[in-house]
């Protein structure tokens, strides 16, 4: 008894370690293992399906040789050579029958779903078009019978079906909210791949590149916000709107040199468009917008702006926009610009 106990005690840091580990694969915005809408709980389903499967397989296997391995042992002094079996039909008709409907039951509704999983909805007038681009390292949403473009966020209403088309400007990259839907590849040579998905809760749901594409892969995130159908309606006309430029002259030239790649407001250019940067939840996809900073990638709308332009390549190593030149003042200016257009909705 006392001994046990000493075993336990041994592997209890080990035990709370894993209990910590596996507590985060339950985060709500981030966990496929936590579904949030329709087609990522058929995906789970399926996951759950096989896993139950595989388990109950591995489980009778280890059995069956374990009762082989301790009932047919060779005892000691025993020198014979046991039985030498060879064929038996009623054996080999059970294990070539019970894989068979395994698969069956594994296989039916793995094809149904997935088959389900890739209706089109691309000219459904109901569904909520968007046209996903994959850059290294940062996502452009396209909005094309709205005519409006952003990056790193995705405003989605609760009360649709959410219809895309996936495509990459560069290498392959995969789209993927874990707890919504995905993943969906999306590859260079022109191809465009579609899915669709539902988010019938409203909140913000945290997107990944699920395809190594480069240094700042990891950092290549975007979040999904998910919204009622009235801000979603009233977040498009802001998007719309007419920006007014900065006022200040220093500012105002310092902004020319990032319009040269960057839209703002009505025009249209191929860098993240920064129309209502200043009420996103994070700049450049990584750096958290808080006003209660507890982590090193979390900081005031302000802050963060001001940190992607003094160090943009240490923030997304391998990005881009490069480090562009600018004083003290211009990078306080232009981000204080930045982080004052904000979107009402
Ligand atoms: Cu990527």
């Keep these: 008894m006392m001994n046990r106990w000493h075993v336990l005690k041994r592997l209890m840091p080990l035990l709370a370690g894993m209990v910590l580990l596996l507590s985060a694969c339950g985060r709500a915005d981030l966990s496929a293992l936590r579904p949030q809408g329709p087609v990522a709980e058929e995906q789970f389903g399926l996951m759950k399906l096989s896993i139950t499967i595989m388990t109950i397989v591995v489980v009778v296997v280890f059995l069956l040789a374990i009762y082989v391995i ?46 389900g ?18 850059h290294q390292y940062w996502w452009e949403f396209e909005y094309p019978k709205e005519g409006v473009k952003t990056a790193q966020e ?9 219809s ?10 995969s789209f993927w909210i874990p707890s919504l839907a995905g993943k969906m590849d999306t590859n260079p040579g022109g191809n465009v791949n579609k899915m669709y998905f539902k ?29 009622d159908r009235a801000s979603y309606d009233r977040w498009i006309l802001a998007q719309k709107a007419p920006v007014a430029m900065p ?17 703002i407001g009505e025009g249209n250019n191929w860098a993240p468009n920064l129309t209502g940067i200043g009420s996103r939840e994070t700049v450049g996809g990584i750096l ?25 390549n240490k923030v997304k190593p391998g990005n881009m926009m490069g480090q562009i030149p600018l004083s003290e003042d211009q990078i306080k200016g232009v981000a204080e610009y930045l982080a004052g257009l904000k979107l009402d909705y």
């Design 164 to 173: 895309v088309e996936a495509k990459t400007a560069d290498v392959i990259h």
């Design 247 to 263: 006022k200040d002259e220093k500012v105002a030239e310092a902004l020319a040199t990032c319009l040269t790649c960057h839209a």
């Design 117 to 134: 999983l890739a209706e089109d909805y691309s000219k459904d007038p109901n569904a909520i078009q968007i046209k996903v681009t994959a």
């Design 199 to 227: 988010a019938p809760k409203t909140g913000v749901y945290l997107g990944k590149c699920a395809e190594l594409c480069g240094p700042s892969h990891a950092l290549m995130d975007f979040k999904v916000k998910v919204v």
């Design 154 to 162: 995705l405003i989605i209403p609760n009360d649709a079906v959410i």
């Design 70 to 115: 301790i009932r047919f042992r060779r005892r000691p002094g025993d020198k014979t050579i046991p039985v030498q079996v060879e064929g038996n039909h009623k054996l080999e008709v059970i294990w070539t029958v019970i894989p068979i409907i395994m698969l069956i039951i594994l296989g039916v509704p793995t094809i149904k779903t997935v088959f």
């Design 288 to 312: 958290v917008n808080t006003d209660n900073k507890k982590y090193s990638n979390e900081g005031t709308v302000q802050e963060n702006l001001e940190r992607w332009l003094r160090e943009t």
